[in-house]
């Protein structure tokens, strides 16, 4: 199979899997303990962490903006009124909050730079001594 083909094919996986979560995550959000939002924390960390493993395991930032896609678009499309004029977001400071909130975490996750391609620099903890070159065998 070409690669583009590959691709396109895992974007659009991800933007379905990250329509699921985002229909799953808005349904949920507006569920609160007392005065605790609940349901729009375990939402926004479910969300979170869907974009993360589809940018780290696919190392392709298409592929986490596909899933933000997804998500924004059901978000947007459950959001309307629906046919017997019931709304699963209202226009209420928590529905607010909860629509900017994934759109801010889809940017975030999708502009964080690739820390993959930096390179060590010597003398800093962490980073990998460099190994000195062998000389050739002079016998």
């Known amino acids: 199979m070409p690669h583009w083909i590959s691709r396109g094919l895992s974007w659009l996986a991800a933007a379905v899997v990250g329509a699921v ?7 949920a959000h507006s569920y609160t303990w007392g005065p605790i939002p609940v349901g729009m924390i375990l939402g926004a960390i ?4 869907l974009l993360i493993a589809l940018r780290a395991l696919t190392n392709d930032r298409w592929a986490a903006l596909a899933g933000g896609i997804g998500m924004l678009a059901l978000i947007f499309v459950i959001s309307q009124r629906g046919p017997g004029g019931s709304v699963i977001v209202p226009n209420t400071p ?5 629509t900017f ?16 391609k930096l390179k060590p620099v010597p003398g800093r ?3 990998v001594p460099e ?7 002079r016998s």
């Open 21 to 27: 979560y985002g229909v799953a995550a808005t349904i």
């Open 94 to 98: 928590l529905g607010q909050i909860w």
């Open 46 to 49: 479910a969300c979170a962490a």
């Open 125 to 127: 903890p962490g980073a």
């Open 101 to 116: 909130l994934v759109g801010a975490i889809v940017l975030l996750v999708v502009a964080f730079p690739d820390l993959s």
């Open 131 to 137: 190994r000195p070159e062998a000389e050739p065998d």
